[in-house]
T-cell receptor, first 114, second 115 residues
Framework: TQLLEQSPQFLSIQEGENLTVYCNSS?????LQWYRQEPGEGPVLLVT?????EVKKLKRLTFQFGDARKDSSLHITAAQPGDTGLYLC??????????????FGTGTRLTIIP | NAGVTQTPKFQVLKTGQSMTLQCAQDMNHEYMSWYRQDPGMGLRLIHY???????DQGEVPNGYNVSRSTTEDFPLRLLSAAPSQTSVYFCASSYSPAGRFYEQYFGPGTRLTVT
């Protein structure tokens, strides 16, 4: 079973601060996705990275896929209360049918204090 | 477009009861999956399907059955509910033609409590 550990598990910071969330595994993944989940709702995709070393930016969010495709990070600049939520990473691996299936990380619950 | 719908939203069962969680999508997606979400454990894959009549087990399949008779529907059956199955269940669908890098669309979830 592939495991994805996220750290920290909980993070509470003041509005305007920067933060980084980590997603680590001993397994190699074909892709890495990041989702955000609001209370009472399902996760929503933020980004997909597929190449080792790849960096993607989504406004104030920067996502990086590790060179060995075993880890990833999410950096938020000047955090805002709207960034509050549960952040989940998910690693892709090939299923028995040749499709990619996802293994989700343990999650980081982020709270931005106004 | 309703996207992915799940019913019921909340359910309380007694140990040993059976029930079916419903999931439907109107996006003509081939790939559908069921996850359970427990505190501190992210989402764990229960079963998935790559098309009508084709299903496979995920990480935590014990105690659950699935079938896929149509592209739209992917119900999850609990055979004999146990307290360990208390969780929030999410259904997801995606377009995945034996390819990669797809986005999964999640339903709103079913919160199940087994007493």
């Amino acid at each position: 079973t592939q495991l994805l550990e996220q750290s920290p598990q909980f993070l509470s910071i003041q509005e305007g601060e920067n933060l980084t969330v980590y997603c680590n595994s001993s397994s190699v993944f074909s892709s890495l996705q990041w989702y955000r989940q609001e209370p009472g709702e399902g996760p929503v995709l933020l980004v997909t990275v597929v190449t080792g070393g790849e960096v993607k930016k989504l406004k104030r969010l920067t996502f990086q896929f590790g060179d060995a495709r075993k880890d990833s990070s999410l950096h938020i600049t000047a955090a805002q209360p709207g960034d509050t939520g549960l952040y989940l990473c998910a690693g892709g691996s090939i299923s028995n049918f040749g499709n990619e299936k996802l293994t989700f990380g343990t999650g980081t619950r982020l709270t931005i204090i106004p | 477009n309703a996207g992915v719908t799940q019913t019921p939203k909340f359910q309380v069962l007694k140990t040993g009861q059976s029930m079916t969680l419903q999931c439907a999508q109107d996006m003509n997606h081939e790939y559908m999956s069921w996850y359970r979400q427990d505190p501190g454990m992210g989402l764990r894959l229960i079963h998935y399907s790559v098309g009508a009549g084709i299903t496979d087990q995920g990480e935590v399949p014990n105690g659950y059955n699935v079938s896929r008779s149509t592209t739209e529907d992917f119900p999850l059956r609990l055979l004999s509910a146990a307290p360990s199955q208390t969780s929030v269940y999410f259904c997801a669908s995606s377009y995945s033609p034996a390819g990669r890098f797809y986005e999964q669309y999640f339903g709103p979830g079913t919160r199940l409590t087994v007493t």
